[in-house]
C-alpha cells in the first residue's frame, strides 16, 4: 500500500487529500489532517475519488490512445502518438499559413494545472503569436477578476479560510456554499457552534440549504443585486455608518458613488428586489456593524464583516458591478485588510486561480500583467526571449465559439473541458464544433460530450497521475501528486503541449512572431537567450519560469519552491526571504492600484440581458446540485451520489404548478429564444412565483434538448444565453427568460 498527498480535483476549496494505491491502482482516498484548507474533512464528492479511477472504470471511460476520425460523424480509428502529432502540427501550421495565427482558438480549463496553463499559455501568445487562448475559468470567476481590479488594484482575494472563524458577521451573496464548497461550508458551521452570536446574511433569489440555516435570507428578485448593495450603501450613509476616515485616509471615488447611491432609496429597492425595507435595513447593520440591541446606534469598532460570494455574482452580463459594489460595501466601512473582515471571491474550479496567475486568459499575460501595457509585454516578451507578445486582446470564451460559428477561427483546440455541454447557448457552440476545419480534443474521458466533435482526440492523464501544482479559493498553493502510472497511452497535458511546440518550430512560416530578442534591456530575465524555450523536461521546470514571472508583482512567489511546496502549502505572495506566504492582503490600507488608493465603483444597476415578458415569463436559474461536479464526467460514475438528487427536473413555484395544470413528475418543455428541453416538474417553494431552476449538471443521456431546427443539444445549456458583462465578458449563466408548457 501507498500513500500520495495530492488535492481533490472538483472545488476551488482545495482540499488536501490522501490517495491510496496498491499494485499501480487507486484504492482508496481520505483527507488529508496536515491541509490548511480542510484539516482532514472531504466532502461526498472528494471521498468518493477513487471510486472514478479503478481499472474497470478506466477501460470503461477513459481515452487511452489517440484516435482519429476521418470523416465527421464517423467512427474512430486509433493511431500512434507521432503521427497524431504530426498530423496536428501540420494542419495548425497549414491554417497557420493560410489564414494567420488568429485563425486558431485554444479553449483551456480551470481543471487543468498551473504547469499546463503555463505551457499553453505560452504556446499560444509566444510561440504562435495569437492571444486566441481562454478557458472555462471565464465561465466562472472572470467577473470576480473585473471587480478585483477595478476597486482593489490587482486579481488578489484579500482573505482566506480562517477569516470564517474571526467575522462576527457572514455576508453570502449568489453562493449556496453548503453545496457548491461543502466543506467551507462545514468551517461556517463551527463558526456558528463558536460563536452563537456570528450573523449570517445570505443574499440569493433561492431558499437553498445555505440560505436555510442564515439569520437572514434576502429573496431578491434574480439579477438585482447592484440595487441591493447600494441601497444598503445608501442606508449606511443616511445612518452615518460609513467610516469616513477610513474612506479619506485609503480611497478615491467616494463622491461619484455617493451621488449615484442617493437614487437607491429603500422604497427603490423594495420595488426593485422585492427586499423589505426592514430586511434592508436588518442586513446593512449587520453588514456595517451596528450589532443587534445597540443603543449606539453606531458601528462597533471590534467588529468583522467577511463576505463570501460566487457565481450568482459572477455569471451575470453585470458581473463587474456586482462584485465591485459588493466591494464597495467593505471599503466604505473598512471592514477589508484585518482578520475576518474583506471581500472573498469562491472559486468554482480547484484552479481557476492557477490559470489566472499564469495569465492564461485571452485578455491577460504572466503573473497577472496587463496585455494593454506595452512595459508588461515587455517583460514577459524578455522572459520568454521574443521580441514582443502581441497587443491584440484574443477571443473570449462566448467570442471564440462564435468566430468558429462565423468560420473567423478555423481550427479549435480543446483540452480538459467539456464546451460541448457547458458553454451557454449551445446551438452556436455546436455551430463552431461543425464549421471549424479541424477541432482537436486533448482530454481524459472519452464520455466526454465534445469528444464526438473530435477530428482527433490525445488522451490525458488526469487525477492521481498528474504532477504539479494548484491554487485554492484563499492564493494557496498546492502540490498535486501522481500516485498511479498513466493508464495505457495517456500523455500529462504539458507534454502534448512540449511536443507540438516543438513540431511546430520546424514548419515553416507558422513561429516567425517567436524571434529571438537578445538586445532586450530585460535580457536578464531571459532564460532562453537564444529564443523562446519550450522544450520542458518536468513540471518543476515549467514552474520555476513561472516563479520567475512573478518577480515583483503582487502574487511575487519568488520564496518558494517545489521542495517547500513538498510539505506545506502556501499562499502567496511570497516574497524571496520569506518563511511563509500571507494570509491577508492590504493589512496596511495601501492597495494594488498606481498611487496605493482603493477605487470606489459608481456602476449603476442594469437589469439581467433578457427580461421576463410576455412569451418567456419565467426566470430559468442554473446552479450545482451537492453531490454533482460540472458535466458528471466523473462524479457521475459513482452510484452512490446519485442518492442525493437521481434525475433533472425543472423546479417550479407551487402556484404555478397549479396555474399550469402541472402535477409532481409532469413532463414539460421548457423553452428559451435559443432551444428546449424536456424535464418532469418538481414543485418547491424554495424560489419564487415565475422563476424556475434547473441544474448544470445533467448531459444529453439524463436531459435532451433540442434547438428551434430540432438539432439535438445537451443540457439545460440548450437554452442559457450566452450575453455576457462587457466588462468581463462572463456569460450570464444564472439568468434566461424562459416558457414552460406542459409536454
Ligand atoms: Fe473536493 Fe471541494 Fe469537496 Fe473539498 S469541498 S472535497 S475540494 S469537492
New binding site residues.
Given amino acids: 500500500m501507498k500513500e500520495t498527498r495530492s488535492t481533490?480535483p472538483?472545488?476551488g476549496?482545495?482540499?488536501g487529500v490522501i490517495i491510496e494505491s496498491k499494485g499501480g491502482h487507486i484504492t482508496g482516498v481520505r483527507g488529508d489532517p496536515a491541509h490548511p484548507a480542510?484539516f482532514g474533512r472531504?466532502?461526498s464528492?472528494?471521498s468518493t475519488l477513487h471510486l472514478t479511477a479503478s481499472p474497470v472504470m478506466a477501460e470503461q471511460t477513459r481515452l487511452l490512445q489517440p484516435m482519429r476520425r476521418l470523416v465527421r460523424g464517423g467512427s474512430l480509428q486509433p493511431m500512434a502518438w507521432d503521427n497524431a502529432m504530426q498530423l496536428a502540427s501540420q494542419t495548425l501550421a497549414s491554417i497557420v499559413r493560410a489564414h494567420g495565427p488568429d485563425a486558431l482558438g485554444f479553449y483551456v480549463s480551470g481543471q487543468l494545472l498551473t504547469e499546463d496553463y503555463y505551457v499553453f499559455n505560452k504556446l499560444a501568445k509566444g510561440l504562435l503569436g495569437t492571444n486566441n487562448i481562454d478557458t472555462n475559468s471565464r465561465l466562472c470567476m472572470s467577473s470576480a477578476v473585473a471587480g478585483y481590479k477595478l476597486t482593489l488594484g490587482a486579481d488578489a482575494p484579500p482573505a482566506c479560510y480562517d477569516d470564517v472563524m474571526h467575522a462576527n458577521c457572514l455576508f453570502i451573496a449568489g453562493s449556496n456554499a453548503a453545496y457548491a464548497?461543502?466543506?467551507l461550508f462545514r468551517r461556517i458551521e463551527d463558526a456558528r457552534a463558536k460563536n452563537p452570536n456570528l450573523k449570517i446574511i445570505v443574499a440569493d433569489p433561492r431558499r437553498t440549504d445555505t440560505a436555510s440555516s442564515a439569520d437572514l435570507h434576502l429573496q431578491l428578485q434574480p439579477g438585482t443585486d447592484v440595487t441591493l448593495f447600494h441601497g444598503m450603501l445608501h442606508v449606511m450613509l443616511a445612518e452615518g455608518w460609513v467610516d469616513t476616515a477610513y474612506i479619506a485616509a485609503h480611497t478615491e471615488g467616494f463622491e461619484a458613488l455617493q451621488t449615484l447611491v442617493a437614487d437607491y432609496t429603500p422604497a427603490r429597492v423594495h420595488e426593485v428586489c422585492g427586499i423589505t425595507p426592514e430586511q434592508l435595513l436588518q442586513a446593512t447593520r449587520w453588514f456595517a456593524g451596528v450589532p443587534p440591541h445597540s443603543t449606539r446606534n453606531a458601528p462597533e469598532p471590534a467588529w468583522r464583516t467577511l463576505s463570501l460570494y460566487c457565481q450568482g455574482l459572477n455569471q451575470s452580463s453585470s458581473g463587474t458591478a456586482k462584485n465591485a459594489s459588493l466591494i464597495n460595501l467593505h471599503l466604505a466601512t473598512a471592514q477589508i485588510g484585518k482578520a475576518g473582515a474583506g471581500p472573498f471571491s469562491l472559486t468554482g474550479q480547484?484552479n481557476a486561480m492557477g490559470g489566472r496567475e499564469v495569465g492564461g486568459l485571452a485578455n491577460l499575460i504572466s503573473a497577472h500583467r496587463d496585455m494593454s501595457k506595452p512595459e508588461h509585454r515587455a517583460e514577459v516578451a524578455a522572459l520568454w526571449g521574443i521580441a514582443d507578445v502581441p497587443s491584440k486582446p484574443g477571443k473570449t470564451a462566448v467570442e471564440m465559439f462564435e468566430a468558429a460559428a462565423d468560420g473567423e477561427i478555423k481550427a479549435l483546440w480543446i483540452a480538459c473541458t467539456n464546451p460541448a455541454q457547458s458553454m451557454p447557448d449551445q446551438a452556436t457552440v455546436r455551430r463552431a464544433l461543425e464549421r471549424a476545419e479541424f477541432v482537436v480534443v486533448q482530454e481524459a474521458f472519452a464520455t466526454a460530450e465534445t469528444c464526438a466533435f473530435a477530428d482527433l482526440l490525445l488522451p490525458a492523464t488526469t487525477w492521481g497521475e498528474k504532477e504539479g501544482t494548484v491554487t485554492n479559493s484563499e492564493r494557496r498553493i498546492t502540490r498535486v501528486r501522481a500516485a498511479v502510472p498513466a493508464p495505457g497511452q495517456a500523455r500529462h497535458d504539458w507534454q502534448i503541449v512540449v511536443d507540438l511546440a516543438a513540431r511546430l518550430a520546424e514548419e515553416p512560416g507558422v513561429t516567425a512572431h517567436a524571434t529571438p530578442n537578445n538586445a532586450s534591456s530585460l535580457g536578464h530575465l531571459n532564460n532562453a537567450p537564444h529564443g523562446l524555450h519550450m522544450a520542458y523536461t518536468s513540471p518543476e521546470e515549467i514552474w520555476v519560469e513561472h516563479r520567475e514571472s512573478t518577480r515583483g508583482r503582487d502574487l511575487d512567489i519568488t520564496g518558494l519552491s517545489y521542495a517547500h511546496l513538498e510539505s506545506t502549502p502556501e499562499q502567496w505572495p511570497m516574497r524571496e526571504g520569506a518563511a511563509h506566504g500571507q494570509a491577508r492582503l492590504y493589512e496596511d490600507g495601501v492597495f494594488a492600484t498606481a498611487n496605493g488608493r482603493a477605487k470606489f465603483a459608481a456602476l449603476p444597476y442594469v437589469p439581467t440581458a433578457e427580461a421576463r415578458e410576455s412569451r418567456f415569463p419565467f426566470s430559468l436559474n442554473t446552479g450545482r446540485l451537492r453531490d454533482q461536479w460540472h458535466g458528471m464526467t466523473r462524479t457521475g460514475l459513482v452510484g452512490k451520489l446519485f442518492g442525493h438528487v437521481a434525475e433533472p427536473v425543472v423546479q417550479l413555484h407551487p402556484d404555478d404548478m397549479a396555474r399550469l395544470n402541472l402535477t409532481e413528475g409532469s413532463l414539460v418543455h421548457v423553452t428559451s429564444k435559443r432551444g428546449s428541453i424536456v424535464v418532469p416538474a418538481q414543485a418547491s417553494s424554495d424560489l419564487g412565483a415565475h422563476q424556475a431552476f434547473i441544474a448544470m449538471h445533467w448531459g444529453p443521456a439524463f436531459l435532451s434538448g433540442r434547438d428551434h431546427q430540432n438539432k439535438p443539444l445537451a443540457g439545460v445549456n440548450a437554452i442559457t444565453t450566452s450575453a455576457y458583462c462587457p466588462s468581463s465578458k462572463q456569460p450570464e449563466l444564472k439568468h434566461a427568460a424562459v416558457k414552460v408548457l406542459k409536454a
Avoid: W
Fill in positions: 481533490c472538483y472545488c476549496v482545495g482540499c480542510n472531504l466532502c464528492k472528494g464548497h461543502p466543506i480547484p
